[in-house]
């Protein structure tokens, strides 16, 4: 296992559009993260999985944003009717247990 | 709210010099810290945890302390090389049942001069 995978790398996308990120976790990592992180910004926490049980959701997260882990293995967080202010780093990470997350390198949305 | 405040946003030094990170939080009671690494353009990557009833964490090059009275964890890197430059996030973690989600400071830019 080469560790957490994000796809696309990069999207760019007009302004309505929907969009959606995968992410592929460390295979027997239980939980699975996803953040947003802005320039010079840490990342900001979006949503936890436990296998496929969605537990918890960050006010961020509005009602545009969607995310699922079916069969608790990978990931997909959709964005519908994109914004400018969408545009951000989205951030996936993988843990066994609480500790120590192991982070994708991030799908990058710029939103035109 | 709750705050992490890391220390400028960006600190230069001499290579081989140690460099010390500042993380102040306000208004919670973490339950451990985390300190990650980000290169540009990448995911952070896992340094250190230090939980609450520790004082003091070592791994090679890098030490964390952990003042609860404070509020403040410090993180060192001894004997610095220009392969360290990196900017480096502390996350105050609150053990929340069964979530743990980690809040992040906006991190320090860190840049070892050859």
């Known amino acids: 296992d080469t560790g957490v995978s994000q796809n696309p790398r990069h999207k760019i996308t007009k302004r309505g559009q929907n969009v959606t990120f995968r992410c592929d976790p460390i295979?027997?990592?239980?939980?699975l993260y996803w953040y947003r992180q802005t320039l010079g910004q840490g990342p900001e926490f979006l949503t936890y999985?436990?296998?496929?049980?969605?537990?918890?959701k960050s006010r961020l997260l509005s009602d545009r944003f969607s995310a699922e882990r079916p069969k608790g293995s990978f990931s997909t967080l959709e964005i519908q009717r994109t914004e400018q202010g969408d545009s951000a780093m989205y951030l996936c990470?993988?843990?066994?247990?609480?500790?120590?997350?192991?982070f994708g390198s991030g799908t990058r949305l710029t939103v035109v | 709210s709750q705050k992490i405040e890391q220390n400028s946003e960006a600190l230069n030094i001499q290579e081989g010099k140690t460099a010390t990170l500042t993380c102040n939080y306000t208004?919670?009671?973490?339950?451990?810290l985390q300190w990650y690494r980000q290169d540009p353009g990448r995911g952070p990557v896992f340094l250190l945890l230090?939980?609450?009833?520790?004082k003091e964490k070592r791994k090679e090059r890098l030490k964390v302390t952990f003042d609860t009275t404070l509020k403040q964890s410090l993180f060192h890197i001894t004997a610095s090389q220009p392969a360290d430059s990196a900017t480096y996030l502390c996350a105050p973690t609150i053990s929340s049942g069964s979530a743990r989600q980690l809040t992040f400071g906006s991190g320090t830019q860190l840049t070892v001069l050859p």
């Open positions: 990470a993988s843990s066994l247990g609480g500790d120590g997350y192991t």
């Open positions: 999985f436990q296998n496929e049980a969605q537990l918890e």
């Open positions: 230090i939980r609450e009833n520790e």
């Open positions: 208004n919670y009671s973490p339950a451990y």
């Open positions: 295979s027997e990592h239980n939980r």
